[in-house]
C-alpha cells in the first residue's frame, strides 16, 4: 500500500487550498484516512480524520475551516482548508489505518504567507 500526497503550494492568509490523498495498491473502503502536520521545529499534530463510514474528525482549531472527505472510487481522500492562516504553514501527511496496517504517505508542504 502506497500513500501519494499531492496540492500543496503557496496561498495567501484567508486563502483557500485543498490537499489530496491518494492510496494505491489495496481499495480505499476499509481504511480510516488521517491528516497530521508538522511544522518546523513543533511536533507533530492530528489534524483530521475520516473513518470508513465517513465518521469525521478534526484537530484543535481546525473544524469550521477544514473539511475532509472521501471518494471511495478514487481511492482518495481530501482535505479542504479555507480561512487559512500563517500558523497553517506545515508538511501535511497523510495516514491510513485498518486493523493492525498502519501506512504513511510523503507529505505535501503548505505555505500560507502573503
Known amino acids: 500500500v502506497q500513500l501519494q500526497a499531492s496540492g500543496g503550494g503557496l496561498a495567501q492568509p484567508g486563502g483557500s487550498l485543498r490537499i489530496s490523498c491518494t492510496l494505491s495498491?489495496?481499495?480505499?473502503?476499509?481504511?480510516?484516512i488521517a491528516w497530521a502536520r508538522q511544522a518546523p521545529g513543533k511536533e507533530r499534530e492530528g489534524v483530521s480524520c475520516?473513518?470508513?463510514?465517513?465518521?469525521?474528525y478534526y484537530g484543535n482549531y481546525m473544524e469550521g475551516r477544514f473539511t475532509i472527505s472521501r471518494d471511495n472510487a478514487k481511492n482518495t481522500v481530501y482535505l479542504e482548508m479555507n480561512s487559512l492562516k500563517p500558523e497553517d504553514t506545515a508538511v501535511y501527511l497523510c495516514?491510513?489505518?485498518?486493523?493492525?496496517?498502519?501506512?504513511w504517505g510523503q507529505g505535501t508542504l503548505v505555505t500560507v504567507s502573503s
Open positions: 475520516i473513518t470508513s463510514d465517513g465518521t469525521t
Open positions: 495516514n491510513a489505518r485498518m486493523a493492525w496496517s498502519n501506512y
Open positions: 495498491g489495496s481499495t480505499l473502503d476499509d481504511y480510516a
